[in-house]
């Protein structure tokens, strides 16, 4: 154990429970094996049933430790659960890019933006019986101009013990330039914070797990870099999973998912997590 680093504890959270099964079944086992200690589930997400969420409270009962959250979805190719949402394309939510335009433009209504939010609480509440434990958004939509103060607001009525995902990192500025995509996070959620704070909201102190999937990097080397200078109660995204059809059909993020499934669940990561002095808890 390297003595020089500090004890933490930190959250190692699995995005997109629902999404598929091979995705869900992925997260079951890390969690099962103590590998992750939180996931976020996405309600729109075809793989949500009730099978696959007793499933999930079964393996988040025999490890305590594990916290469920409400992964919120306002992106594409998901499609909305109000009828009246807007803007759409095709039935479905805008891409990414698109959404985070409209934002920063001040062409998202702040208020369609908070129903549709409450009706994914609200199911996320009937499937689990409780509120989750955390929020956080795919893509990262919660830090958008347009919907950050809809999305605080939200939380605040249907989960107001829950924390929320910042996805600012703790690292000085000159270790962060070769990371475009995070610097973006970066300035975003600055912002992000200071509402959170105005609201009354917690969240996390530090993040890390943003990388270029599209490069398929070597897992174990970003998962040190993500260890290093993280802080207790810090958060690491990651996204492991099975590939399976209803993946390919909806996300281009696939292969990648087995490379951290693989790294997760190997012989590495515990070493890993033990020589950096932390634990998930």
């Known amino acids: 154990m390297n003595d020089a680093a500090p004890p933490r504890r930190i959250w190692l959270c699995a995005d997109d429970y629902g999404i598929s099964p091979g995705v869900n079944r992925a997260i079951r086992d890390l969690i099962e094996r103590s590998r992750l200690n939180a996931t976020s589930v996405m309600v729109v997400g075809p793989a949500i049933g009730r099978d696959e969420v007793s499933a999930l409270k079964a393996a988040a009962t025999n490890s305590p430790r594990c916290a469920i959250g409400l992964h919120v979805t306002l992106t594409a190719p998901f499609q909305p659960l109000t009828m009246h949402f807007k803007p759409i394309d095709g039935g479905l939510f805008l891409p990414f890019p698109k959404l985070l335009r409209a934002g920063l433009m001040r062409r998202l209504d702040p208020e369609v933006i908070r129903t549709e939010l409450m009706v994914q609480f609200s199911t996320f509440g009937e499937l689990f019986g409780r509120a989750p434990d955390f929020v956080d958004g795919h893509q990262h939509a919660q830090l958008f101009p347009g919907v950050r103060d809809a999305f605080l607001a939200a939380v605040n009525e249907n989960a107001p013990n829950a924390w929320v995902r910042q996805c600012g990192r703790s690292q000085p500025l000159v270790q962060r330039l070769g990371t475009p995509k995070a610097l973006v996070l970066d300035a975003l959620s600055a912002q992000f914070r200071r509402r959170a704070s105005r609201a009354d909201v917690p969240f996390n102190p530090g993040f890390e797990g943003a990388y270029d999937f599209s490069r398929q990097p070597d897992f174990g080397t970003l998962m040190q870099q993500f260890l290093d200078g993280l802080p207790e109660a810090g958060v ?40 950096n002095n932390i634990t998930l808890g």
Request: hydrophobic share 40%; proline share 8%.
């Open 236 to 275: 690491i995204m990651c996204h492991p999973g099975v590939v399976d059809d209803i993946l390919v059909s909806l996300d281009p993020l696939t292969v990648q998912r087995e490379r951290e499934y693989e790294f997760l669940g190997g012989d590495t990561f515990q070493p890993l997590l033990a020589t």
